[in-house]
């Protein structure tokens, strides 16, 4: 069945579907000897594909992996770290690190803690990181102050970064400390470093921020301990199924 060369690469484990549609725009991938364009059709039982002229198929597909991660602060949300910090690859055992073209969704920055998926799901990263899905992440944020009301009115309304406004979000006080106040935030939308840009544009900047959810995705499962910093979980079949059925409707 023909279908989109970059979705060809993605759901085959290669890359996510952006990097794939970088490496077509780099002249890595060729299609029956012929540079690939974005966009192309091809059939992966008749075409000959190929990434930097290995041959890809779908025979040696690897087996999809989707992981849950409790990111620590100071690892970054990155396959390869240019500045040499550790990576949330690193987390990993080497039989998860190789060959499997496992990588994280999205990103949480380096200073930030808590839920992350990993996976090499190409596919599911394309539409988890589209802009129009409504997944809505969990995190709990401690700022500098105490927020009046009339504040986090206008938090949860949305607040104007970039000449464009943010999306309606829930944003709850959930303790007054002496000098700082917890908040629930629960958002639908995921631009750079949101909620500190946010906070901060608000006169309350972040001191910690952590990532309790996406979605149904909990770093805690019925019964089971609270997944500890730095470590990981197997996604269950029901929550695999949770995603897909709550990505569907986003377009290719």
């Given at each position: 069945?023909?279908?989109?060369?970059?979705?060809?690469?993605?759901?085959?484990?290669?890359?996510?579907?952006?990097?794939?549609?970088?490496?077509?725009?780099?002249?890595?991938?060729?299609?029956n000897g012929?540079?690939?364009?974005?966009?192309?059709?091809?059939?992966?039982?008749?075409?000959?594909?190929?990434?930097?002229?290995?041959?890809?198929?779908?025979?040696?597909?690897?087996?999809?992996?989707?992981?849950?991660?409790?990111?620590?602060?100071?690892?970054?949300?990155?396959?390869?770290?240019?500045?040499?910090?550790?990576?949330?690859?690193?987390?990993?055992?080497?039989?998860?690190?190789?060959?499997?073209?496992?990588?994280?969704?999205?990103?949480?920055?380096?200073?930030?803690?808590?839920?992350?998926?990993?996976?090499?799901?190409?596919?599911?990263?394309?539409?988890?990181?589209?802009?129009?899905?409504?997944?809505?992440?969990?995190?709990?944020?401690?700022?500098?102050?105490?927020?009046?009301?009339?504040?986090?009115?206008?938090?949860?309304?949305?607040?104007?970064?970039?000449?464009?406004?943010?999306?309606?979000?829930?944003?709850?006080?959930?303790?007054?400390?002496?000098?700082?106040?917890?908040?629930?935030?629960?958002?639908?939308?995921?631009?750079?470093?949101?909620?500190?840009?946010?906070?901060?544009?608000?006169?309350?900047?972040?001191?910690?921020?952590?990532?309790m959810a996406?979605?149904?995705?909990?770093?805690?499962?019925?019964?089971?301990?609270?997944?500890?910093?730095?470590?990981?979980?197997?996604?269950?079949?029901?929550?695999?199924?949770?995603?897909?059925?709550?990505?569907?409707?986003?377009?290719?």
């Open positions: 069945m023909e279908a989109r060369v970059q979705k060809i690469i993605s759901q085959w484990g290669i890359a996510s579907r952006r990097q794939a549609e970088e490496m077509i725009k780099l002249e890595r991938v060729r299609v012929v540079l690939a364009h974005l966009g192309q059709k091809v059939d992966p039982e008749t075409d000959n594909i190929t990434v930097d002229g290995k041959t890809i198929s779908a025979s040696k597909r690897p087996v999809l992996i989707y992981l849950l991660m409790n990111k620590p602060r100071g690892v970054v949300s990155t396959c390869y770290d240019p500045q040499a910090r550790p990576t949330v690859l690193d987390l990993l055992p080497e039989e998860l690190r190789s060959g499997t073209g496992i990588h994280p969704v999205g990103r949480l920055d380096a200073d930030s803690t808590g839920a992350l998926i990993l996976t090499n799901d190409g596919d599911l990263t394309f539409r988890l990181t589209h802009p129009r899905h409504n997944i809505p992440k969990t995190y709990r944020v401690l700022v500098k102050g105490h927020p009046p009301q009339q504040t986090l009115q206008m938090w949860r309304e949305g607040v104007f970064l970039d000449n464009r406004k943010t999306r309606a979000a829930q944003v709850q006080l959930i303790e007054k400390l002496a000098e700082q106040s917890e908040l629930e935030i629960i958002l639908k939308e995921g631009r750079n470093r949101q909620i500190r840009r946010v906070a901060q544009k608000l006169g309350y900047p972040v001191i910690e921020l952590h990532r996406i979605g149904q995705l909990q770093l805690q499962l019925p019964k089971e301990e609270y997944l500890s910093s730095g470590s990981f979980r197997y996604l269950t079949d029901e929550e695999v199924l949770y995603l897909h059925k709550e990505l569907q409707k986003i377009p290719d």
